[in-house]
């Protein structure tokens, strides 16, 4: 089942991890204080959908904490209205460095029981630096998602990141999920270009595309095997050197219906 955050888990992980343990000279210095500043960004997202379906709306926190130089700590909690019904979602994860080649992170989330949302979703990837200079990431990850209903999904990501000098990073990611009752097979893929530097801007482009094995419009009607692809963009903006916001706009668009989204936060580092 595919849901709107599966790609910003993803793009998350893929930026913030790799930003933690890169050592490429030209930047690891400030990427690395990055990191080490823990912050909280609080912020609102609103999305308008075709084909009749009712407009989402919701309300979010996220956080993250640097332990010490190998664990970083991140949290986010999220209360969303999609298809005319509420519901809360929370969820937490942890990035460790084993060595200077090797780190990993780990993911576990969970809701109060709104349809749309999965009753359990955990995520876990592995992370090797590569090249002299350390600047390629590959990626290997394994999720699994319980819905609220009968089915459940299990995946494969692969992926790699490729960190230019300042100031672009390029990312590309495939998805192998298999959904049962079924079984339903469904591949996603994803390219990423990110500009900018930490305390100054980021800019994030996004696109994510291929085959959707369920997703739930109603407590008990879903959507089957149908294409989607998923436009975001990302402006990430420090005013100072501790905090600043963000605005992310999405284009999703899908064999069932579009969807045109917008999401403002703002970030704070104490």
Known sequence: MEHAFTTKLYLHITILATSFCMTSPAFAAEQHQYLEA???EGGVNYSSLTNGYADWKG???????QQNEKNVWEGELLRESEYNAWGTYLSAGLTHTFN???????????????????KLRTDAFINRKLLKDKNLVATL?????????????????????????QPWVVEGGIRFNRS????????RYRVAVTYGQAFKRYLIAEY??????????????????FNSRILTLTWREWLAKDWG???????????????????FSVFKHY
């Open 180 to 187: 049962n009752p079924g079984p339903e097979n469904s591949n």
């Open 59 to 65: 309300i979010f926190v996220r956080g993250s904490w």
């Open 245 to 263: 916001f963000a605005l992310r706009g999405e284009f999703y668009q899908s064999d069932e219906y579009n969807r045109t989204g917008v999401q």
């Open 141 to 165: 990850g394994v999720g699994y998602e319980q819905a609220q209903q009968v089915n459940a999904d299990t995946s494969l990501y692969l992926g790699a990141s490729y960190y230019f000098e």
């Open 208 to 225: 994510d595309w291929g085959t959707e094995a369920y997703q739930y419009v109603t407590t008990d009607i879903s959507i089957m095997n």
């Open 38 to 40: 823990n912050y909280i």
């Open 100 to 118: 200077e080649d090797w780190y990993g992170s780990i993911f576990l989330g969970g809701s109060d029981g709104a349809f749309f949302f999965p």
